[in-house]
């Protein structure tokens, strides 16, 4: 592959990117949006359960969304960019995987837990984009956001009356998770649009012109 064919390959990522960008926001809206209003109405009225329970389900919801988005945007990229994606890499992408019996092929869900969901799908992204990019998992604000899913997986499934309770300091929790999560991706990706404009950039100052046919 030439050094103009190089240079218009990346170009293309880097408009798909921004594409899908523009075109994931569509789908985050509404749900950030869920999260703003009932956190407001909780801070309204800190006693209400409704609020509080709604405000954790809200933001859950908002969050799946986002690492669902970065690995359908994985998969999309990394043709452009010529990323070859492992086996267990691609089953986590797709959250399926193949299993064989009685020679009969079978498709079965395979979900990540959470803490694992994060990594995986930022990890994946920044690898079809090309780009290796260092997240710190070791502050409080991912600690704050596999709390806040904790919290989440008790009021999906109360085994008992007081499952179904939010606190506070759980609204609190949660308001640490998203500012982190918030910074974290928009940190990743506007560092992934650097390292493709950074690229192409080397490409057009490099001598190397394409090759003689």
């Known amino acids: 592959m030439d050094n103009k064919t190089n240079q218009e390959d990346l170009r293309k990522s880097e408009a798909a990117l921004r594409k899908l960008i523009k075109h994931s926001s569509l789908t985050m809206l509404p749900l950030e ?27 859950c919801a908002a969050i799946e969304a986002r690492l669902f988005i970065f690995r359908k945007m994985a998969e999309k990229m990394a043709p452009l960019g010529a990323v070859q994606f492992e086996t267990e890499e691609k089953e986590i992408l797709t959250e399926e995987r193949i299993v064989v019996k009685n020679r009969v092929q079978t498709k079965q869900s395979k979900r990540l837990p959470f803490s694992d969901s994060v990594k995986e799908s930022f990890r994946l992204f920044t690898k079809a984009i090309g780009a290796t990019i260092k997240i710190d998992y070791g502050g409080s604000g ?29 609204i609190e929790t949660a308001e640490q998770a998203i500012n982190w999560f918030n910074k974290t991706y928009i940190d990743m990706v506007d560092k992934c649009q650097t390292h493709l404009d950074q690229t192409v950039e080397a490409m057009k100052n490099s001598k190397g012109g394409p090759t003689p046919t």
């Open 142 to 170: 991912y600690s704050a956001l596999c709390k806040t899913f904790e919290v989440r997986n008790r009021l999906m499934h109360p085994k008992s009356p007081f499952d179904v309770e939010v606190k506070a300091q759980d």
């Open 33 to 59: 949006s869920d999260w703003n209003v009932t956190i407001k109405r909780w801070q309204q009225d800190r006693k209400s359960q409704f609020c509080s329970r709604m405000a954790i389900r809200c933001l």
